[in-house]
Nanobody
Framework: QVQLVEAGGGSVQAGGSLRLSCVGSGYGYNRNCMGWFRRAPGKEREMVGYLDNYGNSIYGGPVKGRFTVSKDNAKNTLYLQMNNLKPEDTAMYYC????????????WGQGTQVTVSS
């Protein structure tokens, strides 16, 4: 059974930074192609950033240049470094994993809340 546990959310002022982490456990998911998503109140879920099968980091438009996705396979951990945070980054952030690099994300964490005040 795959389990993803996020941590690191909190409240920060605009311009600040946070680093989220996601520890994965269990078998069957691909550690190399995980990603981060977010959902703000009243909005659709949005892709934040993910790692593709070539090891590249792919980002959604609103976070490009400010957020960085990285991983530490030895710790089974995915990270999201968020810099220069803006109030519009306020959302619940979710870690996601999948069985392979070409399929849908089918494993999700419980989410961690990020709140950015102006």
């Amino acid at each position: 059974q795959v389990q993803l546990v996020e941590a690191g959310g909190g409240s920060v002022q605009a311009g600040g930074s946070l680093r989220l982490s996601c520890v994965g456990s269990g078998y069957g998911y691909n550690r190399n192609c995980m990603g981060w998503f977010r959902r703000a109140p009243g909005k659709e879920r949005e892709m934040v950033g993910y790692l593709d099968n070539y090891g590249n980091s792919i980002y959604g438009g609103p976070v490009k240049g400010r957020f960085t996705v990285s991983k530490d396979n030895a710790k089974n951990t995915l990270y999201l470094q968020m810099n220069n945070l803006k109030p519009e980054d306020t959302a619940m952030y979710y870690c996601a994993a999948r069985d392979n690099c070409f399929g849908p994300y089918n494993y999700w964490g419980q989410g961690t809340q990020v709140t950015v005040s102006s």
